[in-house]
């Protein structure tokens, strides 16, 4: 995903573009751990997602 510019002089408004794309990429992440639906906005609409349950893998351990 390309990361948007700001144009405002403020320097920390400059860097908020790349934070708002880190903080959605988080959610959405979290959202996949949990099982939880987001909702994106795609051709100018908005689309609620519901993610599969992430699979945790097992580790095995020898009992003998």
Not at 6 to 23: F, G, Y
Not at 27 to 44: C, I, N, S, Y
């Amino acid at each position: 995903m390309k990361i948007p510019v700001s144009h405002l002089p403020d320097e920390d408004m400059q860097k908020a573009p790349a934070a708002l794309v880190r903080a959605a990429q988080r959610a959405k992440e979290l959202a996949r751990q949990t099982g939880t639906e987001f909702v994106v906005m795609r051709d100018g609409k908005l689309v609620r997602e519901i993610p599969p349950p992430e699979v945790k893998k097992r580790n095995k351990k020898s009992s003998g």
